[in-house]
């Protein structure tokens, strides 16, 4: 059974900084790409970072993806972080070899880690 489980949420003050991990099971995680989501209330599911098979990622100033395929993990450092970032963050997994940020690309979802910014 595949089970996908995101950790490392929380309440930050705004400029601080987040590690966020995903932990993949029950798949060849070699095999999966891997992506960042977050969905805020009365919003739409955006995403946020991807990393392939092989570590190519997305770059985002504030974003920092990477993984760890000994651990079957992947990460999301977020630094100075904004109000605007307040959400339940998602991370999924994909067959296919690529980085994408469409959500329909990806086949199994954890069940989120929120991520509040205070000001």
């Known amino acids: 059974q595949v089970q996908v489980a995101e950790s490392g949420g929380g309440l930050v003050q705004a400029g601080g900084s987040l590690r966020l991990s995903c932990t993949a099971s029950?798949?060849?995680?070699?095999?999966?790409?891997m992506g960042w989501f977050r969905q805020a209330p009365g919003k739409e599911r955006e995403g946020v970072s991807c990393?392939?098979?092989r570590g190519h990622s997305t770059y985002e100033a504030r974003f920092s993806i990477s993984r760890d395929p000994a651990k079957n993990k992947v990460y999301l450092q977020i630094s100075s972080l904004k109000p605007e970032d307040t959400a339940m963050y998602y991370c999924?997994?994909?067959?296919?070899?690529?980085?994408?940020?469409?959500?329909?690309?990806?086949?199994?979802w954890g069940q989120g880690t929120q991520v509040t910014v205070s000001s």
């Open positions: 999924a997994a994909t067959l296919l070899d690529l980085c994408t940020l469409q959500s329909e690309a990806y086949t199994y």
């Open positions: 029950g798949l060849t995680f070699d095999d999966y790409a």
């Open positions: 990393i392939t098979r």
